[in-house]
Structures are given as structure tokens and as C-alpha cells.
């Protein structure tokens, strides 16, 4: 169903003649009450004057943790581990990996490693000075595993990860953690492959206790690993990334590059009350209307993190964080420091103060129109000429019901420009009233023709423009075709988008 916008359009006077009108004759149709129609809405967001940055996370808000840093190399050769060893009764598939449950015999041998499970602490002790004490996990699938070590200020252990080959039953050092120092923590965290593999706590001088934290995680493992700012994930934008804080002092570090002015929005969802934000950027960023889930990023690389500030963590609880481009390629502020946003339609509508400049998701509006007919045969003849003419004291509406909008267009059969089924920007135009009209219906016919008859000249315009190229689709008010003529012209929309979203100051 065509609906209409603008209730205050009337038809003044129509004057149908079969001669070519005076001016005296000619009549127009013009917008009534246009309120303030050079003054800018109060709804638009000024970019000039509210240029908000967000406030980025501090680096000394994050847990403090690194990760396989090696200070002494591993010096001892090949391992070779017996996968024969009977099955006990507690876990019946242990042996066949020749791991063993803790209460067979000490795990002073990778045989008798202990085998550890998700989320555990294990507790153990170094008796002699350089004795090794081992254990073992399994992964059914590729995993992020994630090993924190603790100890006595008494002994300085390393922390070694060795990975099962099952053809040959030998292990291979894959990493680990080696820093120097009695009672000095070791932390190792990697993505691994599906299988079996082996944690060694050596002694490297000392004696004492010790105790290490076991975690794994699949969720999140096509993004890991990015626990570190120099390792952050590059992620693709309109998608949902899903993820996983695993371990106490998980860190996920996310990033994205700009090359052209954006508006995005960004959203944020948890259970688990973790924290997000922007912690590094090479570009300006601002917050429209004092939100952060709407903002214009200049062209830059951005990077946020998400961390546990509360200390919960969980590897089956979700985050899932989504920066979707409402539009890019926006001009600067300086041209047209002033916008609405339309989100749901991906439409970004600029301006200046006074409307005399405007742009659509970054291109220039173009609202010229321009159709020419002539025809004459002994029934009698028609010339039709109806313009939009694009001049300097021409100006956009920006408040009231004449503001800018959106709609659902769906078709019609007189289209300037074919578009398919989508959303478009409904913009009202206006000259100077002491000044000519732009808008010129200059439609003469005679004979059997004589009811196509209208000579009609407009100081104002409601037309509708497509956000993908700036230019004009359609008229919507006052349009020869579908208000004079009728019949079988049509032009179908629906007002899902009638308001656009403007955000206040």
C-alpha cells in the first residue's frame, strides 16, 4: 500500500487547459508549515563539537601473566614410554597410555606419569635435587591447554610439555616454562592437537613443594592463541566471534583494520560479568551520543580485550562480541559534522549546519531529475517535461515530520533508477521561498490526451534516494505519475524504518 508521509501537501489549484498556460494561470503545489527549515534538528549528533574518545583499558587493569618463557634450554635426550602396561581396575584405559593413576607407585617415571583432567590442582613434591615428577593429560580434540606452576621458595622447578608419539611410543619436547629462580612461577599455555601428551616438573636446584592448575578449552581454539597484545586475532567484522575466558588469568586480545572513515556498532554479551574493551588504537574514535555501542572510527587498527576482572572463568561459558558496519566510507566532520544513523537500515545520513551539504553512507546526495516526452498524432499531442534542478540555495529539511527518514521501499513502475526491494532514504528539499521553484512539472497535452494536463512549478520535494550511490530512485511527493495520473502507477512502500534512529548530544 502507498503510504504518505506528508499530510499538509495539498493541491492549491490544478488548471487544465489545452493551450499552453500564463504564468498567471500556472499553479503550484508546495509543502505547507515548513518549520524552521533552514535551522538543524536538535536530534543530530554534531561530530564537530562532541568528539568523545573512549577510555581505553589500562594495561595495569589485566592480569599479569607470561607464558612459556624459556631461560634454560631442556638438556635431557629421547624418552621412550611402555604403552603396554596392563590396565589397573581405577581407569581402565590408562595403561594402555602408559599413564597410571596416582595410588600404582611414584611418578618419578613418565610410565607412572599421574593423569590430570581439566580445571584440576595437583599437588606434588621435589625430593631430590633434579628429580623429575610427571604427569599426563588427553585431548579428544584440538584444545587450548593451559598449565600454571607454583612452588616453594626453596626450589626452582622447570615445567616441560612433552607430546606422545603413539607410533613409536617416544616423547618430544613441544614447550615450556624455564625461568630462573627459587619459589619463581612457570606458566605455559599453547593450542595443541588432539592427543596425548606429557607435563614434566623438573627440579632444577632444591628441594620442596609444589602445586600446578590444569585447563583446556575448545570453543574459542581458532581464535587462541591471542593472550597477548602482539598476539592479538585479527576478526573478521559483521560476525559473531564466540569465546571462552578459560583460566583465571586468560587475556583475549581481538583486533580489526579501518581503511576508511566507519560507523560501527559494536556489541558485548556475557554471563560470566567479563570485561571488554578498547585497549590499543592507531586511530580516532568517537561515541556517538555518549554510548560506546555506537561509534565512528576514523581509518586505523583497533584492539580490544576481553579479561576476567572478578576472577571467574569458565571453558563452557561464552562470550560473543560483534562489531557490525553500519556504513563506511563517511566524509570527514569538517564537511558535515552532523548526522542521523539509522542502524537497522545500514544508513548514515551527513550533513552541515545549514543542510546545503549532505551525503549517504559516504556518498554525495544527488537529487536531479530529469524526464522529456513528445508525442503528437491526429488524437492530439503530448510534451512533457518534469525536472529537479539541483541549485545552491537548495536545502534538506532537518527536523520535524519533514526531517530525514527511511523506508522499506518494495517497488514502482515509474522508478528513475531501478532498485531492487531495500531500504532508502526519504529526504525532503527546499529552496529559498523568494526564490525560484527547482522543481518544474511542465506537462502539456491536448485533444484526447488533455486529462495528462499539468503545469505545476515546486519550491520543495520529498524524494527517496538509494544509500548505495547518493542518487535519486524515486519522487515521492508531489509525483505526476502516481498523485495526478494514477491508475496503474504505483509506488509501494512500508514504514519499517519510518523514524530515523537519531542519537542526541
Known sequence: MKLRKLLSLILMSVVIVNSMPTPAQAS???????????????EFVDLSTDFVLEELIS????????????????????????TGIEASAESPQMGQMGIAPASISSNTDPNNAYLVTNDTETYGMIETNGEFRWYAFVLN?????????????????????????QQNSTLGLIGGST????????????????????????GYSGTGLFAFSYYESSIDVGYEMNDTQATATTIPLNASIVGVIDHPNDIDYYKFTLTKRTAIKRSFTTTNG??????????????????????????????????????????????????????????????APFLAINEPAGIVFQ??????????????????????????????????????????????????????????????NRAYRYVPSKPLLALTFTSDPVLSPFYLIQCVATGAYANNHLWADFKSVLVLI???????????????????????????????????YNYNK
Do not use: C
Open 141 to 165: 580434540q584440538n584444545s587450548k591447554a593451559t598449565i600454571d606452576l607454583a612452588m616453594v621458595s626453596a626450589l626452582d622447578a622447570d615445567l616441560y610439555i612433552f607430546e606422545l608419539n
Open 351 to 412: 550533513t552541515n549546519s545549514s543542510g546545503s551539504v549532505f551525503y549517504v553512507n559516504g556518498y554525495p546526495i544527488d537529487y536531479s531529475y530529469s524526464y522529456e516526452y513528445s508525442n503528437s498524432n491526429a488524437s492530439g499531442s503530448q510534451n512533457f517535461n518534469i525536472k529537479i534542478n539541483t541549485r545552491s540555495d537548495v536545502r534538506v529539511v532537518l527536523q520535524g515530520i519533514y526531517g530525514p527518514s527511511v523506508v522499506n521501499y518494495q517497488s514502482s
Open 179 to 202: 625461568r630462573a629462580g627459587g619459589g619463581v612461577p612457570e606458566n605455559y599455555s599453547n593450542t595443541l592437537n588432539s592427543g596425548i601428551y606429557y607435563i614434566a616438573v623438573a
Open 274 to 335: 567479563y570485561t571488554f574493551g578498547l585497549i590499543h588504537t592507531t586511530g580516532a574514535q568517537t561515541n556517538v551520543a555518549n554510548t560506546t555501542d555506537i561509534q565512528i572510527l576514523e581509518p586505523g587498527t583497533y584492539t580490544y580485550v576481553v579479561f576476567s576482572s572478578n576472577g571467574s572463568y569458565s571453558s563452557n561459558s561464552t562470550y560473543t562480541i560483534n562489531f557490525k558496519v553500519i556504513a563506511d566510507g563517511l566524509v570527514s566532520t569538517s564537511s
Open 466 to 500: 538509494d544509500p548505495a550511490t547518493g542518487l535519486l530512485v524515486d519522487i515521492e511527493q508531489y509525483n505526476y505519475w502516481y498523485d495526478f495520473i494514477g491508475g496503474s502507477n504505483k509506488l509501494n512502500y512500508s514504514t519499517n524504518f519510518s523514524t530515523i
Open 28 to 42: 503550484e503545489l508546495e509543502f505547507q508549515q515548513i518549520e524552521n527549515q533552514m535551522n538543524l534538528s536538535s
Open 59 to 82: 594495561p595495569n587493569d589485566l592480569p599479569e601473566i607470561e607464558a612459556n618463557i624459556m631461560e634454560r634450554q631442556y638438556v635431557g635426550g629421547e624418552i621412550t614410554v611402555d
